[in-house]
């Protein structure tokens, strides 16, 4: 069964540095999404990408995020200058199409900042 | 997801009883529903959706309720299993949007 992709699985980063999250989407899904879930929290949306752009975005996404599709097949969230609250589980989605519809998630990259 | 330290409500039921997991969701233009379980360390998986068009679907052993007046949905399980153990979610989304709201969950234990 085609499965959401994440790497990496666990990262630990020291406060102020940058960290790249990498998925690979199911291949022919044309939306994708990432969202977090903070410890003790619910899962949170973040962004979702379309055709290349971004489509939607929540106030959590300011600045310090960035989402690109380097090729076809891998999907990445940045975030530039990581700080102490950017600690959660970032998960991966993506669907068929956009809206209404099944979304299909990663099994999530654990961010650790200390 | 590392629901560790989540203070969830949580609900507590014996091996091949029914569970009936309750939520109710924030926004009255919402028209498509899904839910969802995740189990410790992993991400959510989808069960079950509704449309706002429809009250009530059935899955293989799971049913969703929808009540629009007072923005309500329910999850129920029949004759709920270990395997069962998780937390489960809903989520909705509204036209126009590409996002969804997650809710707060609910921890289901499966007692043997």
């Known amino acids: 069964e085609p499965e959401v992709t994440q790497t990496p699985s666990h990262q630990v980063t020291q406060m102020g540095q940058e960290v790249i999250l990498r998925c690979v989407p199911i291949s022919n899904h044309l939306y994708f999404y990432w969202y977090r879930q903070i410890l003790g929290q619910k899962v949170e949306f973040l962004v979702s990408f379309y055709n290349n752009e971004i489509s939607e975005k929540s106030e959590i996404f300011d600045d310090q995020f960035s989402v690109e599709r380097p090729d076809g097949s891998n999907f990445t969230l940045k975030i530039r200058s990581t700080k102490l609250e950017d600690s959660a589980m970032y998960f991966c989605a993506s669907s068929v199409g956009g809206g209404a519809g099944e979304l299909f998630f990663g099994e999530g990259s654990r961010l650790t900042v200390l | 997801g590392e629901n560790v330290g989540l203070h969830l409500p949580t609900l507590s039921v014996q091996e091949g009883d029914n569970s009936i997991i309750n939520c109710a969701y924030s926004?009255?233009?919402?028209?498509?529903f899904i839910w969802y379980k995740q189990e410790s360390g992993k991400g959510p998986q989808f069960i079950i959706d509704i449309r706002s068009n429809m009250d009530k679907r059935q899955g293989q052993r799971v049913t969703v309720l929808l009540n629009k007046t007072v923005k309500h949905l329910s999850l129920q399980i029949a004759a709920t299993q270990p395997g069962d153990s998780a937390v489960y979610f809903c989520?909705?989304?509204?036209?126009?949007?590409?996002?969804?709201?997650f809710g707060t969950g609910t921890r289901l234990k499966v007692l043997a």
């Open positions: 926004n009255s233009a919402s028209d498509y």
């Open positions: 989520a909705e989304n509204s036209p126009g949007t590409y996002k969804y709201i």
